[in-house]
């Protein structure tokens, strides 16, 4: 069965306050729509650890840096609905615009030192973007649990700064990245790839996981990304935004891995950009 779609709300609200009577949990899943197998793994997550499951999809432009982006974001509501009939979610939020920000909206919630490096120093604004919308969702839903993919590993992190910092009483559970056969992390961005980039996407995991081995061997940072950079440029990327290995906890930068490291990339590949990230 298709899950019924709110779009306002006090919509929401009403609904959430009958579950509340019963006794049930609420789980979240946050998304921005152009569902994929990535999200409906985040959905199952939280089917299977909360009473009722809420899929919010709302295209949030206030963390769109590039109005371009903003525009050519994929937007495929119905499909969207029909892909999570297999996830037995309760409901999907779908907040009209002025539901989010309604009129003389001024608040900004900006997370400090955590946004400041890898998609934070290439998109400016963009996280206090997320940061300010996640805030709005899970008390517009007042969910027990939030689920996000490891896929956005930075806001992983800085949506459980925020939640810790603001006293939100919502815990946030990390889930594993889904990707493609061929290794591509799947991501609703992989849909504006023509066939031909599609062929060369995966490059970039198959990059990352043959440094992680380079890595693992005991090779620093600063003697193999410039190989690994030269595969991605001859592959097509024709700009590599990032490419480190981070702490996974504070994200402060390494050249050695040492426990819980994780390696970092976003290329553009004829326009589209991706990001991936592994734990070494
Ligand atoms: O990861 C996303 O799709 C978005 O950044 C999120 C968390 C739904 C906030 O708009």
Redesign the pocket.
């Known amino acids: 069965m298709i899950a019924p779609i709110e779009r306002t709300l006090a919509g929401l609200r009403a609904q959430t306050a009958r579950w509340r009577k019963a006794g049930e949990t609420i789980g979240v899943v946050?998304?921005?729509g152009a569902l994929h197998q990535g999200h409906l793994s985040l959905a199952r997550a939280a089917r299977a650890a909360c009473d009722r499951v809420i899929v919010?999809i709302?295209v949030?432009p206030r963390?769109f840096n590039n109005p371009d982006d903003l525009e050519n974001y994929p937007r495929t509501e119905v499909d969207d609905a029909r892909k999570l009939e297999t996830t037995g979610v309760d409901l999907i939020y779908v907040p009209e615009p002025d539901q989010i920000y309604p009129g003389g909206f001024a608040t900004n919630v900006s997370v400090h030192g955590l946004t400041d490096m890898l998609c934070g120093a290439h998109r400016p604004g963009h996280f206090d973007g997320?940061a300010t919308?996640?805030s709005k969702l899970f008390l517009q839903t007042g969910a027990d649990q939030a689920f996000?993919?490891e896929k956005?590993y930075q806001?992983l992190q800085i949506?459980r700064r925020v939640a810790a910092d603001l006293d939100i009483p919502v815990a946030i559970v990390g889930c594993p990245t889904i990707r493609e056969e061929d290794g591509l992390a799947m991501s609703s961005r992989n849909l504006l790839l023509s066939d031909r980039s599609r062929v060369y996407a995966p490059v970039l995991a198959e990059v990352m996981g043959d440094m992680r081995d380079q890595l693992l061997a005991g090779a620093a940072m600063a003697a193999i990304v410039g190989d690994a950079q030269a595969r991605l440029l001859a592959a097509g990327f024709h700009t590599i935004d990032y490419l480190e290995l981070r702490d996974g906890a504070d994200l402060s930068l390494l050249d050695r891995t040492t426990p819980g490291a994780r390696l970092f990339a976003a290329a553009w590949l004829a326009g589209v950009r991706l990001i991936d990230n592994i734990a070494i």
Do not use: C, L, R
Request: no cysteine; charged share 5%.
């Open positions: 946050p998304t921005m919010t709302f949030n963390q997320v919308v996640v996000f993919g956005d806001q949506v």
